[in-house]
């Protein structure tokens, strides 16, 4: 069974940094590629940024040059690097994959707030 | 990027109700599709998934349709747990789009 557990998030002030991290695991075969989404506090969902397997990234606009999404295949670990964080960057942050069907992980919460 | 619009954005049933959520894609997505229901405070729950394959484990009251640009999602008789909010999700993309969410209230 593949899981998805997410993990990282917390508190920080405008302006400061986080790093998620996602432990992956129960794939049969590996995912062509991984991403992120993002739920702020009652709103819709919202794609953040994918890495392939081939290592090409790519990223919302909202979030271009101030997010970087790397991974770590030895570890089966994907990670969200998260600079200049703004208020409006507060969500819960779920790593997630596709085989065919999507696969979520439960999601980290992130509150940017002075 | 693929636009998916999704409606009703609210719709009230009563429990036994057949109810009926549409999605629109922009463009084909051939049957790259999703429905998710999700619940105050945790995380969407997958309930169909490329169009019509029912996930494991979700009552077979829940089924989806289409291809291409249209799709729906239906729920043959609606039962009190299935007061929440459902979401479709293009994944023909690497840059997933979700419809605006339909919120199912109780008539």
């Known amino acids: 069974e593949v899981q998805l557990v997410a993990s990282g998030g917390g508190l920080v002030q405008p302006g400061g940094s986080l790093r998620l991290s996602c432990a992956a695991s129960?794939?049969?075969?590996?995912?062509?590629?991984k991403t992120w989404v993002r739920q702020a506090p009652g709103k819709g969902l919202e794609w953040v940024s994918v890495i392939y397997s081939s290592g090409n990234t790519y990223y919302a606009d909202s979030v271009k040059g101030r997010f970087t999404i790397s991974r770590d295949n030895s570890k089966n670990m994907l990670y969200l690097e998260m600079n200049s964080l703004r208020v409006e960057d507060t969500a819960v942050y779920y790593c997630?994959?596709?085989?065919?069907?999507?696969?979520w992980g439960q999601g980290t919460l992130v509150t940017v707030s002075s | 990027d693929i636009q998916m619009t999704q409606s009703p954005s609210t719709l009230s049933a009563s429990v036994g109700d057949r109810v009926t959520i549409t999605c629109r894609a922009s463009?084909?997505?051939?049957?790259?599709l999703a429905w998710y229901q999700q619940k105050p405070g945790t995380a969407p729950k997958l309930l169909i998934y490329e169009a019509s394959s029912l996930e494991g484990g979700v009552p077979s009251r829940f089924s989806g349709s289409g291809s291409g640009t249209e799709f729906t999602l239906t729920i043959s008789s609606l039962q009190p747990d299935d007061f929440a909010t459902y979401y479709c999700q293009q994944y023909n993309s690497y840059w997933w789009t979700f419809g605006q969410g339909t919120k199912v209230e109780i008539k």
């Open positions: 129960g794939f049969t075969v590996s995912p062509n590629y």
């Open positions: 997630a994959t596709e085989d065919g069907r999507p696969n």
């Open positions: 463009q084909s997505i051939s049957s790259w």
